[in-house]
């Protein structure tokens, strides 16, 4: 037996992790069936569709920003902004100059990267609570040169983006398609970004962020890990770009403005920072809740901003903690009852 | 030309002295707590709308702005003793996430009770003076003035008062303050107490040049923001120099450039100084600045 797979079958956490990874690809399967029959049984009004794919693309987000904030413990304001370039890189290639769906969208993506890499490079010299810093400014200049950049990017009245794509002769625009699509592209970005979490990347993005001179004493660059954490996470931002351009076909400064980076970050709370698997389903919940029921009177907002406060004090594990700690009062529970 | 660049020069002082007001109450929070407090726009705005509450209720509006200040002030203790202090032993992220929630909160609460159209406020100075071809409004150097002597009344009293010194050594180290006997847990609501009160102010003194609106806090906050990093984070000071630097530097860059790009100096400004020069102007490397 070699020497790493020695270490898996040894260490209680290696052990954990080669367990994981056998079920997590079955699991998505599985998981992609249940929702897409979930979707075309439940969801079949346009606003029940758009809303999944709000969902969709916070989730995509929100996943990514768990890398940086949930993992890393850097506060990012960015990721709204990072989609952005995502999503106007494409929207451009695409209105402008005729690029083919796929390329433009891998060019999004890279653009999106690039950006997020760029706030990391610059954290990288400096102290890791200065990252808010570093990205407000970011955001800050995106945003401006959304709204300032007329002839590139339509200014403040934004653009819109003609979207073609068919796969096996089966167009892929239509909103049933597209929910399906985005179904595929949460569980893909899922399936990722679980994987990383457990590999030794993610273990070490996680211990920089915990504690920076533990890191170092054990070999680990924070800084480093910080840009590593922002390259993954700018790609994760760039996918939701991506399906955001797909979904609403048209590209506006506002969408992309401070409230959605907010949101975001509100999702990697609720979700437990740093569990994958908690970031998506508090995607659901806050972005139905933000979007749904609270929109509707005008005292909805007073709600959330109470709703965050009250829930940094009362429950500061997120929904990942709460579902832990039932988990483990029903094991103590049932072990008790179990005869010995 | 010449002419209207001074003119520029002063009008963009004013701005940037009210800049100075807001990065110094970042500063004194952030220095105290670790806390970058995202509400301290939004209590710039409470401290215009409290001041018109009280205006209607035929207050004399020097009274009516000394009695906002005290309310806003009083509102932020109430924020750091009640929200903040849980918070602290948590990660820092949970903190500053809060301070966002409270910004939501506050920003609302002027929507719901003043309604979110934009509200004329009555200035403390009218008039133009005109010296040597210069046309100077009363009051931007009204501004100035009373900026200007609050910023540094507040600096001395730092430096000098025991309150002052028990506040710096908190901000230095809060184990070290525990020995000595000096009681954090006041002086924390103090200081945050101080920084509304000046947020206030700044609100008192802006809100006749802009019309009062719920959402005008952001933007305020963030030019006070870059003050204080530019300052270098946690040196008061280095707050009110760094707010007429960028003020004087928005109102001359939008002679030269389109307007729209105004906002823009603030995060230009903010990059550069995160790229060449952390600490600021006055702030230490290590990030242990002092407070004056």
Known sequence: M????????????????????????????????????????????????????L?????????????????????????????????????????????????????????????????????????????????????????????????????????????????????????????????????????????????????????????????????????????????????FAGVAGVLFTMVVQYLGPSDFELDQALLLLLIVVVGGMGSPTGVVVAAAVVTYLSNGFLQLTSVGPLVYGAGIVLLLIVMPTGLAGLLRLIARRTTTTWSRLRPT | ???????????????????????????????????????????????????????????????????????????????????????????????????????????????????????????????????GGIRIFNSNIGILVVSMAVGLGMVAFIERTNIGRGMRVVAHDHEVAALLGIPANRLLPAAFAMSGGAAALAGVLIAPQLTLSPSMGLSLGINGFTAAVLGGLGSMPGAILGGLFIGVAENVAVLYAPPGLKDGVAYAVLILVLLIRVQGLFGEAAGRGRLV
């Open chain 1, 2 to 53: 070699s020497a790493s797979k020695m270490e898996r079958v040894t260490s209680a956490i290696g052990h954990y992790r080669a367990r994981r990874l056998t079920y997590r690809p079955i699991l998505c399967v599985i998981e992609f069936i249940v929702g897409a029959v979930v979707l075309r049984v439940f969801v079949s009004s346009a606003a029940a569709e758009f809303m999944a794919m």
């Open chain 1, 55 to 235: 969902i969709f693309i916070n989730a995509l987000a929100a996943l990514g920003l768990n890398v940086i904030f949930g993992m890393a413990q850097l506060i990012s304001i960015a990721q709204a902004a990072v989609m952005a370039v995502s999503a106007y890189t494409m929207g451009i290639l695409i209105a402008d100059h005729h690029v083919y769906l796929p390329l433009a969208a891998v060019a999004g993506v890279a653009a999106a990267t690039i950006v997020s890499a760029f706030a990391g490079l610059v954290a990288e010299r400096i102290r890791s609570h200065y990252y808010i810093l570093v990205t407000l400014s970011i955001a800050g200049a995106i945003q401006l040169f959304l709204i300032n950049g007329q002839e590139i990017t339509g200014g403040a009245n934004g653009m819109q983006v003609p979207i073609q794509l068919a796969l096996f002769g089966q167009d892929l625009t239509t909103n049933d398609a597209l929910v399906i699509v985005g179904l595929a592209m949460v569980l893909v970005g899922w399936y990722c970004a679980a994987s990383i979490g457990s590999s030794r990347t993610g273990r070490a993005i996680t211990l920089a962020g915990a504690n920076e001179h533990l890191a170092l004493s054990c070999g680990v660059s924070p800084r480093r890990m910080w840009l590593v954490a922002s390259i993954i996470g700018g790609a």
């Open chain 2, 1 to 131: 030309m010449t002419r209207i660049l001074v003119e520029s020069i002063i009008s963009g002082a004013a701005a940037g002295a009210i800049y100075g007001l807001i990065g110094l109450g970042f500063s004194l929070a952030y220095r105290t707590t670790r806390v970058i407090n995202f509400a301290q726009g939004d209590l710039v705005t409470l401290g215009g709308y409290f001041t018109l509450w009280f205006v209607g209720r035929h207050l004399p509006l020097a009274l009516a702005a000394a009695a906002s200040m005290v309310s806003v002030a009083f509102i932020t203790a109430l924020m750091e003793r009640s929200v903040l202090r849980p918070l602290y032993r948590a990660s820092l992220a949970y903190p500053i996430l809060a301070t966002v929630g409270l910004s939501i909160i506050i920003e609302n609460l002027i929507r719901v009770f003043a309604g979110p159209l934009p509200l004329y406020v009555p200035g403390f100075f009218s008039g133009v003076t005109e010296a």
